[in-house]
T-cell receptor, first 115, second 114 residues
Framework: AQSVAQPEDQVNVAEGNPLTVKCTYS??????LFWYVQYPNRGLQFLLK??????LVKGSYGFEAEFNKSQTSFHLKKPSALVSDSALYFC?????????????FGTGTQLKVEL | GAGVSQSPSNKVTEKGKDVELRCDPI?????LYWYRQRLGQGLEFLIY????????KSGLPSDRFSAERTGESVSTLTIQRTQQEDSAVYLC????????????FGPGTRLTVT
């Protein structure tokens, strides 16, 4: 079985400050990890993925995420937050070792960036 | 090009009625997924189609839920005898063959069962 945990329902950050949205995962095989963002009244948008290779992956809108195998984490980060980054963020995992095509999503973290 | 589209965007129905939700995937995407997003919860996988292969129905919550797909195009999700707990946003996503890790989502259909 595969699972994802997003321990924070909401993260508040001041504009210009760095932000981190946490995600931990559990899979029996190799993890494929993803971040999606959902803006109000819009569908989910793919942000970035980790399949293999460098532990630090870069995605859209200046976001990046760091894969940490020992801590089974894949935290989303951005060096300088913008008010326009305020949205709902979902972490997702897929078991890359014969795990089929299902993505398992976390419950989401609401990011609020304030002036 | 055009993204994934879903219709209707909103649907209000009475308990016990049947509803049909439609999804138009991105052209050329052979894989199509349906998810359910309840208020304050994560996405719940419902069903997956890949080309002409038998669909993965393992996420359908009950036999009131069914889905069909015509070839590699439109899909419809049908909920029979709707219940209030079916109220949710139903999301459709599509991807290229072999790239299930990069799914493109539609805007969703918000279903309210009264």
């Amino acid at each position: 079985a595969q699972s994802v945990a997003q321990p924070e329902d909401q993260v508040n950050v001041a504009e210009g400050n760095p932000l981190t949205v946490k995600c931990t995962y559990s899979v029996s095989g190799n993890p494929y990890l993803f971040w999606y963002v959902q803006y109000p009244n819009r569908g989910l948008q793919f942000l970035l993925k980790y399949i293999t290779g460098d532990n630090l992956v870069k995605g859209s809108y200046g976001f990046e995420a760091e894969f940490n195998k020992s801590q089974t984490s894949f935290h989303l980060k951005k060096p300088s937050a913008l008010v326009s980054d305020s949205a709902l963020y979902f972490c997702a995992v897929r078991d890359g070792t014969g795990g089929g095509n299902k993505l398992t999503f976390g419950t989401g973290t609401q990011l609020k960036v304030e002036l | 090009g055009a993204g994934v589209s879903q219709s209707p965007s909103n649907k209000v129905t009475e308990k016990g009625k049947d509803v049909e939700l439609r999804c138009d995937p991105i052209s050329g995407h052979t894989a199509l997924y349906w998810y359910r997003q309840r208020l304050g919860q994560g996405l719940e996988f419902l069903i997956y189609f890949q080309g002409n292969s038998a669909p993965d129905k393992s996420g359908l919550p009950s036999d009131r839920f069914s889905a069909e797909r015509t070839g590699e195009s439109v899909s419809t999700l049908t909920i029979q005898r709707t219940q209030q707990e079916d109220s949710a946003v139903y999301l459709c996503a599509s991807s290229l063959f072999g790239r299930a890790y990069e799914q493109y989502f539609g805007p969703g259909t918000r279903l309210t069962v009264t």
